[in-house]
């Protein structure tokens, strides 16, 4: 939809100027003959959405300023400008080029055209034609007594001076007389106020006043594209709001009003001061604040607003996603903004960051038209929509989505939508964090609360506070690990508080849990030191995928993977045995398993290497060749009743009650109940002869719960390869690579390596690796990380000078990774403070095991672990003349 000589037009839905024809690219060729007689830059149309028509906006980008003739001028703009005659020169030699130009089809809308330059011809000065209203409603135009004079110059720059109380006593003046710089009759439209233009367009005013609308649009001094004559408010408009402020007030210190829809400026504005920020603690502060202002003022955002953050559009075993690639979003950009895509992959290739890219494209856009502002239940919607989009023609679909978005974006708006279209958020909060911001601005401010509370804890002691926050971040992460879906768990916050959570949020079949995890021991010794009086027994440990097979009450079944995703496509041969292993009374369960690869001819474990080929999803049961056999170990949940409370013994026995061993299919983990070291030793080398990884240590009845999410050392793992130097592999993240030499070249012939620190959220180098490769390796390895360099280090990469890869890489794989020990380093961060206060942790010798696909980024070795597995070191221990420390880990 464009505004054009005071008529309102309409253009289709699905035209462009580059694609119409005939009498529609007649009209489009109006509107740009039009606007060339104003500007001398190139002009394009862009899509924006609005109510139910998409308006067609004119994008202007140019670096020369506004025609003074043209345009509302501020009084700065008009003492800078050149002289009246030749400016009007200047636009008369402009619609020269524009009509010589033109097309056959714009011959047809001379009659529109005409009445326009003849009014611009007769204008002997930028001094405007009087026009009058006439009784059928057209403009009539009026010509001026005298030509423009240095005398009424002088006279309209008194005008300029006069004050806005005089302005609001002349509002008659508007219609009878029009001055291109502010006058007491036309000052140029308040920020936050398009009223008077858009006014005078739907009542057909003159002329003149089509063209004030049209031009009066312009930047601001230091406010980029966004600014308040965008049909912003002067104040308020969200541009300062500032979470991380000192004592921020939830109510004070937001800009919109109760009841109203959460901005998602707000959220905006919340990840630029999360992202310019490198404390973790004070991160999770300034996201607590925030919800604390939504709680408050519009708690129905709340839910939106934590998926936003986490990037996410439902939990994440469901599988949603955009599947919006990276080209795709470049083209939106450049046909939202009026850039070429060339010029769009450039600035992609220097920043290495899609979303600042789309800000500072954004920054030189002008527009006519200013959507209404982007809220977070509008983007969170929008997005739910792209993703649920299929069929031939649903990227164009989602393209419309796209641009609609961008367009209506402000300020730092752009760059966020951006980035999480893109699946990269790039501002460091992972879920531990969100989780316990969450649950801090819960503990402050109580969303159950009637009538609602600022900060329930104020007065209290710093003691005190804390303590609360950390009971209430207790009780929502143990809930959340049980029952990981936000769908359910933030309304009954809202509504319930957090002491109701627990009873509405329990334990059920088809949402996954995340699973219990084994501390590493390196001997047969300190398994028995450990569990020294305590009875425990041994499980073979498989080297396969970690299978959380939920039976609904309904019959159906699905399958999870460690980290809760959606596996039940990828084993139809599983669900059709499981109704041969349960028995009759087992209505639903949750059993914890390992899916293995099995030779059917030799009745025996394959590696891993050889499940990895199975097809990852939508496998047909005909179709599959590599059988798998699971091995069940633990049961969670039976009939309505979750176990994890109860002793590991038994569960177990609840276990070989209700599901019954099948050859080749179904089979209980190979144990051994003994304390005996030569049993123990003789078991472990069975295992290894069985073609497993080690041994599983469990205690039976004495702390033997299943505690959920939770590195525990009442579970230990004995591995075959660990049982001595270090006593564990270590799950690595590669974010570097150093170009290969001789042989090697064209491939990357190292990597660098890091740990991840939970509690600072930030990858901390430990080694650079260039051993246990094959040629096939580093071949694959490289043709991966290709496509995922970044032209500098993240700002969560802590690092040194002195190891700086000749390729950053964005984090993205995990490797699993042997060394022969640990040693302190000058050079990498790994466990910086824990052990040393200035010397990070390095592997010595350490060699490619594999990529384990089956762990994010986030899951890899974490700093405290590898300063325990430091410490646990034979020679460290004589050093030191005590043992490592045991302490326990935390959630994650």
């Known amino acids: 939809m464009v505004l054009c000589n005071m008529k309102l037009l309409l253009l289709p839905r699905t035209v462009h100027y580059s694609t119409v024809s005939g009498s529609r690219r007649g009209l489009a060729t109006l509107v740009q003959s039009h606007c060339a007689t104003c500007y001398h830059s190139k002009t394009t149309l862009s899509t924006v959405s609005y109510n139910h028509y998409i308006l067609r906006s004119i994008t202007l980008r140019s670096s020369e300023p506004l025609l003074a003739s043209k345009r509302t001028i501020s009084p700065e703009d008009d003492e800078a400008s050149n002289s009246p005659v030749k400016v009007m020169k200047k636009a008369k030699r402009s619609r020269v080029v524009s009509s010589s130009s033109s097309s056959e089809d714009e011959q047809d809308n001379k009659t529109s055209l005409k009445g326009y330059e003849s009014s611009s011809k007769k204008t002997p000065s930028p001094k405007r034609v009087k026009e009058e209203p006439s009784s059928n409603g057209k403009a009539v135009k009026k010509e001026p007594k005298s030509k423009a004079t240095p005398k009424k110059e002088t006279d309209s720059a008194k005008n300029k001076k006069v004050s806005p109380k005089t302005k609001s006593k002349s509002p008659v003046s508007v219609k009878k007389e029009e001055s291109p710089s502010p006058s007491k009759e036309e000052s140029p439209p308040k920020k936050g106020d398009p009223s008077k233009p858009a006014a005078n367009a739907s009542n057909g005013g003159s002329t003149g006043a089509a063209r004030s609308f049209f031009f009066s649009i312009k930047k601001q001094p230091n406010e980029g594209a966004d600014s308040a004559t965008d049909g912003e408010a002067p104040t308020g408009d969200g541009s300062k709001y500032d979470p991380s402020k000192k004592n921020y007030h939830p109510l004070k210190d937001a800009f919109w009003k109760k009841g109203d829809r959460v901005p998602y400026l707000a959220l905006a504005r919340t990840f630029q001061m999360i992202e310019e920020t490198s404390g973790r603690l004070r991160m999770i502060e300034i996201l607590a604040n925030y919800f604390r202002s939504v709680i408050l003022l519009s708690p129905k955002d709340l839910l939106a607003s934590v998926y936003l953050c986490l990037n996410q559009l439902a939990p994440a075993y469901e599988g ?57 239940e509008v983007v969170f919607g929008k997005l739910r929509e792209i993703a649920s989009m299929t069929g031939s023609t649903s990227m164009a679909k989602k393209m419309d989505k796209i641009q609609s978005m961008f367009v209506a974006c402000r300020h730092s708006e752009s760059r966020y939508v951006i980035r999480s279209l893109a699946g990269k958020l790039r501002i460091g909060i992972a879920e531990q964090s969100l989780l316990q911001a969450l649950a801090q601005a819960c503990a402050l401010t109580p969303p159950h609360k009637d009538p609602p509370v600022v900060n329930v804890l104020a007065g209290e002691s710093e003691t005190r506070v804390k303590a609360r926050i950390e009971e209430v971040a207790l009780a929502l992460k143990t809930v959340y690990c049980q029952f990981p879906n936000y769908n359910r768990i933030v309304p009954v916050l809202l509504q319930h508080g957090i002491k109701k959570l627990s009873e509405h949020c329990p334990m059920e079949p088809g949402t996954p849990l995340k699973p219990m995890l084994a501390h590493p021991t390196k001997g047969v010794q300190e398994v028995l030191q ?91 049961e005909a179709d599959i060749k590599v059988q798998v056999c699971v091995f069940m170990f633990d049961l969670l949940y039976l009939n309505g009743e979750p176990l994890v409370e109860r002793p590991f013994v038994e569960r177990r026995d609840l276990l070989y009650k209700h599901f019954r061993e099948i050859e080749g299919q179904w089979k209980y983990a190979t144990r051994l109940d003994t304390s005996d070291l030569d049993e123990l030793q003789h ?56 170009r290969g030499r001789g042989k090697r070249t064209g ?26 490769f094959s040629d096939d390796d580093l071949q694959r390895h490289t043709e991966f990380f290709r496509s995922h360099i970044i032209p500098q280090a993240k700002p969560y990469y802590r690092h040194e000078a002195n190891v700086v890869p000749d390729d950053w890489f964005e984090a993205v794989q995990v490797w699993e990774v042997l060394c022969a020990d640990l040693s302190l380093s000058p050079v ?16 010595r010798f350490p060699r490619f095991i594999r990529v384990r696909e089956d762990k994010g980024a986030t899951d890899a070795t974490n700093a405290r672990q590898v300063s325990e597995m430091y410490l646990n070191q034979d020679q460290i221990k004589n050093q030191t003349g005590g043992g490592a420390r045991d302490a326990e880990e935390d959630f994650y």
């Open 320 to 376: 949603v996603e955009l599947g919006i690639a990276e080209f795709s979003l470049m083209k939106a950009i450049a046909q939202s903004t009026g850039r070429s895509l060339a010029q769009i992959k450039a600035d992609a290739q220097t920043t290495g960051d899609l979303g600042l890219v789309a800000e500072q494209s954004k920054s030189s856009q002008h527009l006519m038209f200013r959507p209404a502002p982007l809220t977070v």
């Open 530 to 620: 450990r569990f020294d009086g305590i009875d425990f027994t041994c499980e073979w440990k498989y080297d396969g995928e970690r299978a959380q097979i939920h039976l609904l009450s309904d019959g159906s079944v699905q399958i999870f993977s460690r980290n809760q995703e959606n596996n039940t496509t990828k084993y139809p041969d599983i669900i059709a045995r499981l109704e041969f292993t349960r028995t009759e009374p087992v209505r639903s369960a949750i059993l914890d398993c390992e899916a293995v690869a099995w030779d059917v001819d030799k009745q025996q474990i394959l590696p891993f290497q050889v499940l990895s080929t199975r097809k990852r999803k939508d496998a047909n």
């Open 683 to 738: 078991f472990l080398d069975e295992a290894v002869r069985g073609n497993c990884e080690g041994l599983m240590v469990k205690t039976l009845a004495r702390e033997a719960t299943y505690e959920i999410a939770k590195r525990s050392r009442n579970w230990l793992k004995l591995k075959k390869d660990y049982l001595s130097g270090v006593g564990d592999s270590l799950d690595l993240v590669v974010i570097g690579g150093y």
């Open 747 to 772: 491939t990357y012939g190292g990597f660098l390596l890091a740990c991840y620190d939970d509690e600072n959220e930030e990858y901390q180098t430990i080694c650079k690796i260039g051993t246990g």
């Open 828 to 843: 990498h961060r790994a466990g910086i403070g824990i052990i040393d206060p200035e010397k990070g942790i390095s592997l």
